[in-house]
């Protein structure tokens, strides 16, 4: 629907309108849609182009009052104090030194590899759970009829609302109860809890269009429905199942609630390990910056890959393009 | 022997033995016992706690109490304030980020060129780790280098930087900013998604019939629209009540109780103060809140799809 400064359509309208058929109202229609569209951007992005700014300060430019909009003098001071640090604290600056003769030392403690290493144990062990359990009944659930359907899809939908901090006391008990108080089993386990419905939902959408031919073909064919299921349909859902798994690692990775309670700062993953990062060290806003950084590209490059799932995954499938 | 048995492995035949009614329910047991064990149950278990007072420490020694602790919600001065946080915060947020997401949404479809591209870009803050977009503007609202200060003071709406984080009359207000840029994103890819469904059509035998762009809009795209923004509302008020780590990580809630919301004064109250069964009551609370909305969102679902 092209919006031309003569409408195609005038011709047809009963009553014309000031603000859409005369020449001075098409332009003030015109100067407040652009203004519109660069207040709202400016929100939306420009915390993001200030994140990336201040990675690339450096410390004493973070501390100039008015604040710079451009750096003045780019550097990747943020980054190699992060580089460093993780360096040292997992005990690898010995090695670099022999080796390269490259001295590190960093003034604060930030081991974001650990942290990375351990939120991509869970997040992979909680994607897995999610996609093995969530597709076989997405199948069932998708294909046959039967007592109860309703009352357990309208379960799973009601489940995706409650996790994080309407349950983290009582998920702390049973935690503790069932001994795995600490260990990164029980936050696997809870976010595969937490997103298997959502993969449930998204592969019923997918296996709801699926056409009933190839089914049938595979039925003749002698299959039952088990090897229907994993030789036909699992090789065909490849992107959506993919797209699953990607949506159960975004949660995993993002999740903040069960990861703080639940986790000492030993075994900390990401979202955790940042917030002390951050409440340890707010005068350095650069290091902060380009440890966020870093652990954002992952997320980034999910959200490429599963953008035109996206919305059918937030919904679970309600709202088709 | 045929050869259809030859085929088929010995765990098959176990499975075969299940009768049919039993046996659909089989691929189901283990996504319904994980859901069952790790969100179901704890729920029950809020619920029984909340009549105990009990310390998080030392849990053994819990103590019945009745109905003390939901007492303690009605009279405690605290929790009334934290509640009210919480309500404006819930009004305030949802609807600006509908309101702004629906905007954005319009601007994208209609205005802007590389849709795909624009709205995948948009889409940044939703997906951004909470914790990264949290503390992204807790240094733009911060009181001594903060960007958002600098261009007050350049606006002339205060003299001098003040330090809204830690003022009992501001400190809800950043991370209300900070959650509508978080949410509007998503409504507008959501606002997107069901105007790229609507038939082109419609407007074209609207216009024919003479109708302004106006009326195009009112009595076409927003009646067609209705199901994907009442999920939308829905979903802008389930994220916005059980938001945690945007008012963690900027203010944790402070100073005093001046931007705790239910989320954030359950974590206090239970691993702050140790006292479980008071966070359990007031879990409740958010538990029973949250119910009722994603009841009409199952509702409008329902609507939506007919029959699952």
Redesign the interface.
């Known amino acids: 629907m092209a919006t031309d400064t003569q409408d195609p359509n005038q011709e047809f309208r009963k009553n014309p309108s000031w603000l859409y058929d005369t020449q001075s109202g098409t332009y003030v229609r015109k100067s407040l849609i652009g203004l519109l569209t660069l207040v709202v951007f400016t929100y939306v992005l420009f915390p993001l182009y200030w994140m990336v700014v201040t990675a690339f300060k450096t410390t004493a430019e973070i501390q100039q009052i008015p604040p710079t909009v451009f750096p003045e003098d780019p550097s990747l001071q943020g980054f190699r104090m992060v580089v460093m640090s993780s360096l040292q604290t997992s005990g690898y600056d010995a090695f670099f030194e022999q080796s390269f003769g490259w001295e590190i030392s960093s003034a604060i403690d930030i081991d974001i590899l650990t942290l990375i290493v351990n939120s991509l144990k869970v997040t992979v062990g909680a994607g897995l759970i999610a996609l093995v359990l969530g597709t076989g009944a997405a199948y069932v659930l998708s294909q046959r009829e039967f007592r109860g359907k309703n009352a357990i899809m309208s379960l799973l939908l009601a489940s995706l609302m409650f996790p994080g901090t309407a349950i983290m006391v009582p998920e702390w008990e049973l935690i503790s109860t069932l001994g795995l108080f600490n260990t990164h089993l029980a936050l696997i386990l809870i976010y595969g809890a937490m997103t298997s419905p959502f993969v449930v939902w998204l592969m019923k959408g997918f296996f709801d269009d699926f056409p009933d031919s190839i089914v049938e073909a595979s039925r003749i064919d002698q299959c039952t429905p088990f090897e229907t299921f994993w030789y036909v349909l699992v090789p065909m859902a490849r992107n959506s199942l993919i797209a699953s798994f990607i949506f159960a690692f975004l949660l995993a990775w993002n999740e903040l609630v069960f990861a703080l309670t639940l986790l000492d700062n030993s075994k900390f993953t990401v979202p955790p390990g940042l917030l002390t990062f951050v409440q340890g060290f707010n005068t350095q806003w650069n290091v902060v910056a380009a440890a966020s950084i870093i652990i954002s590209l992952p997320v980034l490059a999910g959200l490429a890959y599963i953008q035109q799932y996206f919305v059918q995954g937030l919904t679970g499938g309600a709202v088709k393009g | 022997m045929s050869y ?1 048995d030859n ?2 492995a010995s765990y ?1 035949h176990a499975i075969e033995r299940v009768p049919d ?1 039993v046996r ?2 089989l ?2 047991l ?3 016992s ?2 069952g ?7 029950a ?2 619920i029984y ?1 909340s009549f105990f007072d009990k310390d ?1 420490l030392a ?1 053994a020694e819990a103590e019945f109490v009745g109905l003390a602790n939901y007492a303690e919600i009605w009279t405690s001065e605290t929790i009334h304030q934290v509640l009210w946080n919480t309500f404006v915060w819930v009004a305030v947020g949802s609807i600006a980020a509908i309101v ?1 997401g629906f ?2 949404g319009w ?1 994208l479809y ?3 060129p590389f849709t ?1 591209v624009a ?7 939703w ?7 949290a ?6 609202f911060g009181g ?4 958002i200060n ?1 261009l007050l ?1 350049q606006l002339g709406v205060i003299d001098e ?1 003040i330090v809204m984080l830690g003022s009992t009359e501001l400190s809800l207000w950043p991370p209300i900013v900070g959650m509508i ?1 978080r949410l ?3 409504f507008a ?2 606002t997107l ?2 105007l ?2 609507i038939d ?1 059509h419609l ?1 074209e035998a609207a ?8 009326e195009q809009f009112r009595y076409i795209t927003l009646p067609m629209m209705r ?2 923004l009442a ?1 939308g509302f829905l ?1 802008m008020l ?1 994220y916005n009540i ?4 945007m008012v ?2 900027m203010t944790k809630g402070g100073p005093g109780v001046s931007s705790s919301t ?2 954030v004064m ?2 206090r109250t ?2 702050v103060d140790f006292n ?1 069964g008071l ?2 009551a007031l ?1 409740m609370l ?2 029973v809140v ?2 009722v ?2 009841y009409y ?2 509702q ?2 329902d609507k ?2 007919g ?2």
Do not use: C, H
């Open positions: 259809v085929a088929q098959e009614g659909v329910y691929p189901i283990p996504v319904m994980l859901v064990v790790f969100i179901l149950y704890p729920i278990q809020a706690s998080l849990p702004l905007l954005m601007l209609e205005k802007l795909s709205s995948a870009i948009v889409l940044i803050p997906v951004l780790p909470r914790v990264v977009g503390s992204i503007w807790q240094f733009m001594s280098q903060g960007i600098e003071v930087y840029w509007a994103p998503l890819l959501l998604t069901s790229q469904g082109e407007y216009r024919m019939d003479g109708a302004t762009p106006w199901y994907n999920i979903l389930i059980r938001n945690f780590s963690w990580v239910l989320p359950i974590y239970a691993f479980v966070a359990s879990s958010l538990f949250l119910l909305f994603s969102y199952i409008v679902y939506v799809q029959e699952f």
